[in-house]
């Protein structure tokens, strides 16, 4: 199921984790995001996302203002909670390239 970014998506929770985890504007990161739930149709809901974990600075960012918008390239096999492993870069819009996802059971939700 290709993976999607709606307004109902909350970005605020997006950004608010990126900025604890102090990425910025124009960086590129391999990150892990937890516990971002997928419904049916592949809408991507960061309400419950937990903090993000930065595995690897790949480009150094800049100190300009973190986009409002988002879009994200991946897939998972079924609806869930899962957690991503991503490349992500906050430019003009906070652009997320899934590399892997792991699904959360739900005792671990």
């Known amino acids: 199921m290709?993976?999607?970014?709606?307004?109902?998506?909350?970005?605020?929770?997006?950004?608010?984790?990126?900025e604890k985890a102090g990425i910025q504007h124009n960086e590129t990161a391999l990150v892990v995001l937890r516990r971002?739930?997928?419904?049916?149709?592949?809408?991507?809901?960061?309400c419950n996302l937990g903090p993000i974990y930065v595995q690897q600075v790949l480009k150094p960012g800049d100190s300009d203002p973190l986009p409002l918008t988002a879009v994200i390239n991946g897939k998972v096999p079924n609806p869930g909670f899962y957690n991503l492993t991503a490349e992500v870069t906050p430019n003009s819009r906070f652009?997320?390239?899934?590399?892997?996802?792991?699904?959360?059971?739900r005792a671990v939700v």
């Not at 290709?2 to 990126?18: A, C, F, G, M, P």
């Not at 971002?36 to 960061?46: D, I, K, N, S, Y």
């Not at 652009?95 to 059971?105: D, H, Y």
């Open 95 to 105: 652009q997320i390239k899934v590399r892997e996802a792991f699904r959360l059971s």
């Open 2 to 18: 290709k993976l999607r970014v709606t307004e109902w998506s909350q970005i605020d929770k997006l950004l608010e984790r990126t």
């Open 36 to 46: 971002v739930e997928v419904l049916p149709g592949g809408e991507v809901r960061f």
